[in-house]
Nanobody, 126 residues
């Protein structure tokens, strides 16, 4: 599976962005899809994950109430709608895919993911 993230850009505090991650191949619907981000000088961190069918979204505390993860299996694409953006949301955002399900507390572990996209930059200006 090859993943291509896009949709990043420069936005003011309080604004919104929608990130997309398109997957190649015909097995997209067989993967759980996650979003991570990495700010300058910091480790990559978990943002959200969604199950194969589009149910059971799970969010990091920093994303709850502001971000929404969704997917369109017909388009082989996962989305991250980001609202009420803050300066601390500035980071490179990555999508990732995992074939099998894990318990909720494990979704944040980078090494469990099978595939990664190349990242898209999100910059929130104050």
């Amino acid at each position: 599976v090859q993943l291509q993230a896009c949709g990043g850009g420069l936005v003011q505090t309080g604004g919104s962005l929608r990130l997309s991650c398109a997957a190649s191949g015909r097995t997209f619907s067989m993967y759980h899809m996650g979003w991570f981000r990495q700010a300058p000088g910091k480790e990559r961190e978990f943002v959200a994950v969604i199950s194969m069918s589009g149910g059971s979204p799970y969010y990091a505390d920093s994303a709850k109430g502001r971000f929404t993860i969704s997917r369109d299996n017909a388009r082989n694409t996962v989305y991250l709608q980001m609202n009420s953006l803050k300066a601390e949301d500035t980071a490179v955002y990555y999508c990732a895919a995992r074939r099998t399900r894990v318990n909720s507390s494990s979704w944040s572990i980078l090494s469990i993911y099978d595939y990664w996209g190349q990242g898209t930059q999100v910059t929130v200006s104050s």
